[in-house]
């Protein structure tokens, strides 16, 4: 249950901590006192949109805070754990937002951060708000639909339907991709098949980069090449009076001069080392050299080859592997193209099996669905004579159509509120005060079947009065046995069935609006029932008129 709530600087509320109990909460006061910013705030708790125009004019910032004391929390504890929330402790849930002027609001769950779509999903478990417009989507076909499947507990063959379904939609997706226009796929393979084959056919390889460059650099400039090195070999080592020879004639000094100078055997040995060196430096030119031929056909055919690749290139990429990754990918293409028909026989097969699949998952979820809607028609029609419908009739219809992501048939409700009248769909003939009673039957059967703990309704009881009011506040009171009820009213019919009542007020202190909500008891109770009666001014009989109401639901 839904233990305290605080608001703070939330429209006209400076500050107010709502205290509930178990059982059947009413919530009373004068029109635009702040009855709705209290389900304002809630929805706000639970993931509703953060509006910075809700901020107390004045304050930088507004707070709403819940506390739930829980009395099973293995639901609500397995979604703290898939947040990184610490779990509930003796049972309490914490629940804290704030909306700040500059933009940056907070969410907390037992005092860590958490997202608005974690609150929601909190709150998806926790409560069920139903406001004065909601009975509007009674009318809906999918709504009626859902109420169905919830009442009948239909949502595990539904949720099978559902993934073969979409398998199903996926498939013949594939299908269509598949089988495109034959005409444009021709044409792309026979594109693909050109480009395969230009650039297969030049059979490339790293080295028709950097190397294939310097191969036709050498071989094009081949004679001054082996000119300007024949002529460096000589210098070097192997014309008369070549370097080798200069060094050959200095060691010989050097050594008659090491007879003499000792240090000179050191400049000896430098002067060999260097000879070595120019002897292996004119062999390594020499070696190069004779591996450059000036052949003219090579230089033709190294010229072409670097046309080639630079066609190549210009087309596919910028670099030689740029080109590669192409031919590997239009190939690939190629085959998955050439390979289509044997795919597409390959899924016409699992479409087959998968639309065989499907009939059964949708046939299972309108047995279902079938089985169920005669109880939960039966369910409504009590409940609604409970409310005041003592002749009515409800019926819950299956319409045939075809497969869809809900199934394989619309679901419609039917409505007779008189004798004598044929069934026709609730749409066509309800009243706003009809649909409203209508909606709390259905919530009153469905109760039943849920386990959401918090229930609160924002003004149900619009557009009835009198007799079938106090049919609401019992009904309301008996939901009260199985959940905790949260219920604004404007009827005193209703609000004498609350085991705790509220009242929303306000005042005005220094030109500011500040609304105050307070638990009335006793008398105070007893003057409130009597202003809901005849207005402001209360009467010797409006108060007994009062007092009896009270002593009656009590």
Same mark, same amino acid.
């Given at each position: 249950?839904?233990?305290?709530?605080?608001?703070?600087?939330?429209?006209?509320?400076?500050?107010?901590?709502?205290?509930?109990?178990?059982?059947?909460?009413?919530?009373?006061?004068?029109?635009? $006192?702040?009855?709705?910013?209290?389900?304002?705030?809630?929805?706000?708790?639970?993931?509703?949109?953060?509006?910075?125009?809700?901020?107390?004019?004045?304050?930088?910032?507004?707070?709403?805070?819940?506390?739930?004391?829980?009395?099973?929390?293995?639901?609500?504890?397995?979604?703290?754990?898939?947040?990184?929330?610490?779990?509930?402790?003796?049972?309490?849930?914490?629940?804290?937002?704030?909306?700040?002027?500059?933009?940056?609001?907070?969410?907390?769950?037992?005092?860590?951060?958490?997202?608005?779509?974690?609150?929601?999903?909190?709150?998806? /478990?926790?409560?069920?708000?139903?406001?004065?417009? =909601?009975?509007?989507?009674?009318?809906?076909?999918?709504?009626?639909?859902?109420?169905?499947?919830?009442?009948?507990?239909?949502?595990?063959?539904?949720?099978?339907?559902?993934?073969?379904?979409?398998?199903?939609?996926?498939?013949?997706?594939?299908?269509?991709?598949?089988?495109?226009?034959? &005409?444009?796929?021709?044409?792309?393979?026979?594109?693909?098949?050109?480009?395969?084959?230009?650039?297969?056919?030049?059979?490339?390889?790293? &080295?028709?980069?950097?190397?294939?460059?310097?191969?036709?650099?050498?071989?094009?400039?081949?004679?001054?090449?082996?000119?300007?090195?024949?002529?460096?070999?000589?210098?070097?080592?192997?014309?008369?009076?070549?370097?080798?020879?200069?060094?050959?004639?200095?060691?010989?000094?050097?050594?008659?001069? &090491?007879?003499?100078?000792?240090?000179?055997?050191?400049?000896?040995?430098?002067?060999?080392?260097?000879?070595?060196?120019?002897?292996?430096?004119?062999?390594?030119?020499?070696?190069?050299?004779?591996?450059?031929?000036?052949?003219?056909?090579?230089?033709?055919?190294?010229?072409?080859?670097?046309?080639?690749?630079?066609?190549?290139?210009?087309?596919?990429?910028?670099?030689?592997?740029?080109?590669?990754?192409?031919?590997?990918?239009? +190939?690939?293409?190629?085959? =998955?193209?050439?390979?289509?028909?044997?795919?597409?026989?390959?899924?016409?097969?699992?479409?087959?099996?998968?639309?065989?699949?499907?009939?059964?998952?949708?046939?299972?979820? +309108?047995?279902?669905?079938?089985?169920?809607?005669?109880?939960?028609?039966?369910?409504?029609?009590?409940?609604?004579?409970?409310?005041?419908?003592?002749?009515?009739?409800?019926?819950?219809?299956?319409?045939?159509?075809?497969?869809?992501?809900?199934?394989?048939?619309?679901?419609?409700?039917?409505?007779?509120?008189?004798?004598?009248?044929?069934?026709?769909? @609730?749409?066509?003939?309800?009243?706003?005060?009809?649909?409203?009673?209508?909606? @709390?039957?259905?919530?009153?059967?469905?109760?039943?079947?849920?386990?959401?703990?918090?229930?609160?309704? =924002?003004?149900?009881?619009?557009?009835?009065?009198?007799?079938?009011?106090?049919?609401?506040?019992?009904?309301?009171?008996?939901?009260?046995?199985?959940?905790?009820?949260?219920?604004? +009213?404007?009827?005193?019919?209703?609000?004498?069935?609350?085991?705790?009542? /509220?009242?929303?007020?306000?005042?005005?202190?220094?030109?500011?609006?500040?609304?105050?909500?307070?638990?009335?008891?006793?008398? =105070?109770?007893?003057?409130?029932?009597?202003?809901?009666?005849?207005?402001?001014?209360?009467?010797?009989?409006?108060?007994?008129? $009062?007092?009896?109401?009270? &002593?009656?639901?009590?």
């Amino acid at each position: 249950m839904l233990r305290t709530f605080r608001v703070q600087n939330l429209a006209i509320v400076e500050e107010s901590r709502v205290p509930l109990g178990a059982g059947l909460n009413v919530i009373t006061g004068e029109t635009g $006192a702040g009855k709705s910013i209290l389900i304002g705030a809630l929805e706000l708790l639970l993931g509703g949109r953060a509006d910075k125009s809700l901020i107390r004019s004045g304050a930088t910032e507004a707070q709403v805070e819940a506390v739930f004391e829980l009395a099973e929390t293995g639901t609500v504890d397995a979604l703290l754990a898939d947040a990184g929330l610490p779990l509930c402790e003796d049972g309490s849930l914490i629940i804290r937002r704030t909306i700040s002027a500059t933009g940056a609001g907070r969410c907390l769950l037992n005092d860590s951060a958490t997202t608005v779509q974690t609150l929601r999903k909190l709150g998806d /478990l926790l409560v069920d708000i139903h406001g004065p417009y =909601d009975h509007q989507s009674l009318l809906d076909p999918g709504f009626q639909l859902e109420l169905l499947d919830a009442y009948g507990r239909c949502q595990a063959a539904r949720t099978e339907y559902l993934a073969c379904y979409r398998t199903l939609q996926e498939q013949e997706q594939q299908r269509e991709q598949l089988a495109g226009d034959s &005409a444009d796929v021709t044409a792309e393979m026979e594109q693909l098949r050109y480009v395969v084959e230009e650039i297969s056919t030049a059979k490339l390889s790293p &080295a028709d980069e950097e190397d294939l460059i310097n191969e036709h650099a050498a071989a094009a400039n081949a004679e001054t090449i082996l000119k300007t090195g024949g002529a460096l070999t000589a210098t070097l080592a192997e014309e008369d009076g070549s370097a080798f020879d200069m060094l050959a004639s200095i060691q010989q000094r050097l050594a008659e001069l &090491a007879r003499l100078l000792p240090e000179a055997a050191a400049w000896q040995r430098e002067a060999q080392s260097a000879a070595v060196q120019i002897q292996e430096l004119s062999r390594s030119i020499s070696d190069r050299l004779q591996r450059i031929e000036t052949d003219a056909h090579q230089l033709q055919e190294l010229e072409t080859r670097m046309a080639l690749v630079q066609k190549l290139k210009r087309k596919y990429g910028p670099a030689v592997s740029d080109v590669l990754t192409t031919l590997a990918h239009r +190939t690939a293409r190629l085959e =998955d193209l050439q390979t289509r028909g044997e795919r597409l026989a390959a899924l016409e097969h699992q479409l087959a099996a998968t639309q065989q699949q499907l009939s059964k998952k949708a046939a299972a979820l +309108t047995r279902a669905r079938g089985a169920a809607s005669g109880n939960l028609a039966k369910a409504i029609t009590k409940e609604l004579r409970d409310l005041g419908f003592l002749k009515a009739g409800f019926g819950v219809e299956l319409h045939p159509c075809p497969p869809r992501l809900s199934g394989a048939e619309e679901a419609s409700f039917g409505f007779a509120p008189n004798p004598g009248e044929a069934m026709r769909p @609730l749409r066509d003939i309800a009243s706003s005060g009809e649909i409203s009673r209508v909606m @709390l039957a259905v919530k009153t059967v469905l109760a039943r079947h849920d386990r959401i703990p918090v229930l609160v309704f =924002d003004e149900i009881d619009a557009n009835i009065g009198g007799e079938v009011g106090r049919a609401v506040g019992r009904k309301l009171r008996g939901l009260a046995t199985t959940h905790q009820v949260i219920c604004i +009213t404007h009827l005193p019919q209703v609000a004498v069935y609350g085991q705790q009542h /509220l009242m929303v007020g306000k005042e005005v202190r220094g030109n500011r609006t500040f609304a105050r909500i307070a638990t009335i008891e006793k008398s =105070d109770r007893v003057e409130e029932i009597a202003r809901m009666l005849g207005g402001r001014d209360s009467t010797t009989v409006t108060l007994e008129h $009062a007092r009896e109401m009270l &002593a009656a639901a009590q």
